[in-house]
């Protein structure tokens, strides 16, 4: 079968298309064939070496959306999606024509989307899922999301899922004319100390929940907490590190919550990607927007895309036109 692999890490350069034995589940697994597999920037991370409990050689890609075709009977031939931390790093993941999982790690993909949206959804929505119930996120709340990227455009739906009240905040004006469009009260960023300002226009008691998928707005958003507010971060400057005013944190007796959703891994997933197909099965979640679909024959330059930073969602097709 076809897959990506990369022997070394280190730079992208090290991903190439080649041709490696069928996997074979083991007892208790499923084989998947791959109709679309989403990739995220952790992809592209894993393959530069960010990740030291990454083991080579190794096929990357966490997200995916499939047909089983081995497995037990009850299985055979479902649709399915999944993702999950050790998928590219530990064992192989979803950026081949065939995936091996833990038959508890898939789960029946919702049928509303195509193959393409369900690859493109399992790390950015259950990241935000993550963030949101682990700040306590409550119907009424109010939730501010900083970013609008796979993860912060995510984390506006499921947090209004959950029945918050949601502002985004983003500097792109055409970023800003997008929320606004799909109706999503909408700050713009600017100054940081501005922030709070901004923030109480919507909240006047500021917010409960702060949700910066950035890594850059930590410091500012303090001020613009309500009493006993919480803000989940998912990323870090350069350095990994950040000045905190402390002083304001306990005074508001708010605190700060660290993301991270690669310890989480297939099994622990499943269910959630079974409440997310629900969600968009029901009409209550809305369907993300197609993403751009790429042969898996040309991934190492749709990583290389990724790397420059291109803000558009890719999903790679073992068979162009599958999905």
Same mark, same amino acid.
Not at 279 to 305: C, S
């Given at each position: 079968?076809?897959?990506?692999?990369?022997?070394?890490?280190?730079? $992208?350069?090290?991903?190439? &298309? !080649?041709?490696?034995?069928?996997?074979?589940?083991?007892?208790?697994?499923?084989?998947?064939?791959? $109709? *679309?597999?989403? =990739?995220?920037?952790?992809? +592209?991370?894993?393959? +530069? @070496?960010?990740?030291?409990?990454?083991?080579?050689?190794?096929?990357?890609?966490?997200?995916?959306?499939?047909?089983?075709?081995?497995?037990?009977?009850?299985?055979?031939?479902?649709?399915?999606?999944?993702?999950?931390?050790?998928?590219?790093?530990?064992?192989?993941?979803?950026?081949?024509? /065939? %995936?091996?999982?833990?038959?508890?790690? $898939?789960?029946?993909?919702?049928?509303?989307?195509?193959?393409?949206?369900?690859?493109?959804?399992?790390?950015?929505?259950?990241?935000?899922?993550?963030?949101?119930?682990?700040?306590?996120?409550?119907?009424? *709340?109010?939730?501010?999301?900083?970013?609008?990227?796979?993860?912060?455009?995510?984390?506006?739906?499921?947090?209004?899922?959950?029945?918050?009240?949601?502002?985004?905040?983003?500097?792109?004006?055409?970023? &800003? !004319?997008? %929320?606004? *469009?799909?109706?999503?009260?909408?700050?713009?960023?600017?100054?940081?100390?501005?922030?709070?300002?901004?923030?109480?226009?919507?909240?006047?008691?500021?917010?409960?929940?702060?949700?910066?998928?950035?890594?850059?707005?930590?410091?500012?958003?303090?001020?613009?907490?309500? *009493?006993?507010?919480?803000?989940?971060?998912?990323?870090?400057?350069?350095?990994?590190?950040?000045?905190?005013?402390? /002083?304001? /944190?306990?005074?508001?007796?708010?605190?700060?919550?660290?993301?991270?959703?690669?310890?989480?891994?297939?099994?622990?997933?499943?269910?959630?990607?079974?409440?997310?197909?629900? @969600?968009?099965?029901?009409?209550?979640?809305?369907?993300?927007?197609?993403? $751009?679909?790429?042969? /898996?024959?040309?991934? &190492?330059?749709?990583?290389?895309?990724?790397?420059?930073?291109?803000?558009?969602?890719?999903? =790679?097709?073992?068979?162009?036109?599958?999905?």
């Amino acid at each position: 079968m076809r897959a990506l692999r990369f022997e070394r890490v280190g730079d $992208v350069d090290a991903l190439h &298309v !080649a041709d490696v034995p069928e996997p074979e589940p083991a007892g208790g697994e499923v084989r998947v064939r791959v $109709v *679309a597999a989403g =990739l995220n920037p952790s992809d +592209l991370k894993n393959v +530069l @070496g960010r990740f030291p409990y990454t083991t080579v050689p190794r096929t990357p890609g966490r997200d995916f959306a499939g047909v089983v075709e081995q497995g037990p009977a009850e299985l055979l031939g479902r649709e399915v999606w999944g993702t999950g931390s050790e998928l590219g790093f530990t064992r192989d993941g979803s950026h081949a024509e /065939l %995936l091996t999982l833990p038959a508890d790690a $898939v789960t029946a993909r919702p049928r509303s989307l195509s193959f393409a949206q369900c690859a493109a959804c399992g790390v950015p929505y259950t990241t935000a899922m993550i963030a949101l119930e682990r700040a306590g996120t409550s119907s009424g *709340a109010g939730v501010l999301v900083i970013g609008a990227g796979a993860v912060g455009k995510a984390a506006i739906d499921v947090a209004r899922w959950q029945g918050a009240r949601v502002v985004g905040a983003v500097r792109d004006p055409d970023q &800003v !004319a997008s %929320l606004h *469009a799909q109706g999503t009260p909408t700050v713009a960023l600017g100054h940081p100390d501005a922030l709070r300002d901004a923030i109480i226009t919507h909240f006047a008691s500021g917010a409960d929940v702060i949700f910066d998928t950035t890594g850059a707005w930590l410091a500012p958003a303090v001020p613009a907490l309500a *009493a006993f507010g919480r803000i989940a971060i998912i990323a870090a400057p350069h350095d990994g590190h950040e000045r905190v005013p402390v /002083l304001a /944190l306990y005074r508001k007796g708010g605190s700060i919550v660290g993301v991270n959703s690669l310890l989480y891994d297939a099994r622990a997933c499943a269910p959630m990607m079974a409440r997310l197909a629900s @969600g968009f099965d029901g009409g209550a979640l809305p369907p993300p927007a197609p993403p $751009v679909e790429v042969p /898996l024959a040309d991934g &190492v330059q749709a990583y290389k895309d990724v790397e420059r930073g291109s803000p558009r969602k890719i999903v =790679l097709t073992p068979e162009p036109g599958a999905s």
